[in-house]
T-cell receptor, first 114, second 118 residues
Framework: GQQLNQSPQSMFIQEGEDVSMNCTSSSIFNTWLWYKQDPGEGPVLLIALYKAGELTSNGRLTAQFGITRKDSFLNISASIPSDVGIYFCAGQLSPYTNAGKSTFGDGTTLTVKP | GAVVSQHPSWVICKSGTSVKIECRSLDFQATTMFWYRQFPKQSLMLMATSNEGSKATYEQGVEKDKFLINHASLTLSTLTVTSAHPEDSSFYIC??????????????FGPGTRLTVL
């Protein structure tokens, strides 16, 4: 089946620093999604990407859909303590087949030191 | 909009009992709901996909008779863990997707249910 490699597995940064994480796949996805999960809660959608090459921002977050459709990255600028959590990428082969099933990466755990 | 709730948020049960978890889409009609399982510090593992009014599609390795899924209406899906054992202890999360909840590609997740089997 399809697999997503998400890196880094964890990051420890100082407040105010920028963060970058990425996901790569051995096969093509037609949609890339980035989620954040706080402890004991469900994931919350941060950014959705629908076209190869697309660059989308949501506040301090920026994500890009790789041109090969096999990768995506998420950047967080000027990190703050509330950015702490686990970030997951997810790829969808098609929104119209497989009921839009998503494949998830293993997550990047972000720790921000004040 | 696009709020998904789960009930209960946590449950502790004895080995051998059955536990039902509800997933509701509060402000949209969910044509498709997904059930995931998550172990500590791990990613979400898709267990099954359910479409309203039809049988759920289970992922490979997930026991259909152990994890019963019912999606009887466009706003409610239930997961019943039958004859639960300690190895079933996990964080169970549902997500919902519907034509009215923004772009059809998006899934909205519930807050999760922590199951502990003693």
């Amino acid at each position: 089946g399809q697999q997503l490699n998400q890196s880094p597995q964890s990051m420890f940064i100082q407040e105010g620093e920028d963060v970058s994480m990425n996901c790569t796949s051995s096969s093509i996805f037609n949609t890339w999604l980035w989620y954040k999960q706080d402890p004991g809660e469900g994931p919350v959608l941060l950014i959705a990407l629908y076209k190869a090459g697309e660059l989308t921002s949501n506040g301090r977050l920026t994500a890009q859909f790789g041109i090969t459709r096999k990768d995506s990255f998420l950047n967080i600028s000027a990190s703050i303590p509330s950015d702490v959590g686990i970030y997951f990428c997810a790829g969808q082969l098609s929104p119209y087949t497989n009921a839009g099933k998503s494949t998830f990466g293993d997550g990047t755990t972000l720790t921000v030191k004040p | 909009g696009a709020v998904v709730s789960q009930h209960p948020s946590w449950v502790i049960c004895k080995s051998g009992t059955s536990v039902k978890i509800e997933c509701r889409s509060l402000d949209f009609q969910a044509t498709t709901m997904f059930w995931y399982r998550q172990f500590p510090k791990q990613s979400l593992m898709l267990m099954a996909t359910s479409n309203e009014g039809s049988k759920a599609t289970y992922e490979q390795g997930v026991e259909k008779d152990k994890f019963l899924i019912n999606h009887a209406s466009l706003t409610l899906s239930t997961l019943t863990v039958t004859s639960a054992h300690p190895e079933d202890s996990s964080f169970y999360i549902c997500s919902a997707r519907g034509s009215e909840a923004g772009p059809p590609r998006e899934q909205f997740f519930g807050p999760g249910t922590r199951l502990t089997v003693l």
